[in-house]
Nanobody, 118 residues
Framework: QVQLVESGGGLVQPGGSLRLSCAASGSIFSISNKGWYRQAPGKERELVAVIISGGGFTNYADSAKGRFTISTDNAKNTVYLQMNGLKPEDTAVYYC???????????WGKGTLVTVSS
């Protein structure tokens, strides 16, 4: 089974930065799509950033554009989310997702909490 383990969350002051990491087990990482989602208390889970395998296409939520950057290291089976200029509204549990629709693959990490507060 594929397991995704997020790390890098924590408490940061507004304007600060964090780098989230998601380490994946198995051999499906390089051929899969990768993304970061987040869910704040009382809100629905939303897409933050995605990188599509094969095309190098990336997409970001409007709230993340210009501040967040998604990247991957296939050799390490890891996807990153660099978050700069953090705002209190970025506070949420951040989830890593790896999926490959052709084969019905869809894996989620258990999440890492990011709290932006002074």
């Amino acid at each position: 089974q594929v397991q995704l383990v997020e790390s890098g969350g924590g408490l940061v002051q507004p304007g600060g930065s964090l780098r989230l990491s998601c380490a994946a087990s198995g051999s499906i990482f390089s051929i899969s799509n990768k993304g970061w989602y987040r869910q704040a208390p009382g809100k629905e889970r939303e897409l933050v950033a995605v990188i599509i395998s094969g095309g190098g296409f990336t997409n970001y939520a409007d709230s993340a554009k210009g501040r967040f950057t998604i990247s991957t290291d296939n050799a390490k089976n890891t996807v990153y989310l660099q978050m700069n200029g953090l705002k209190p509204e970025d506070t949420a549990v951040y989830y890593c997702r790896v999926w490959y629709g052709t084969y019905g693959m869809d894996y989620w990490g258990k999440g890492t909490l990011v709290t932006v507060s002074s």
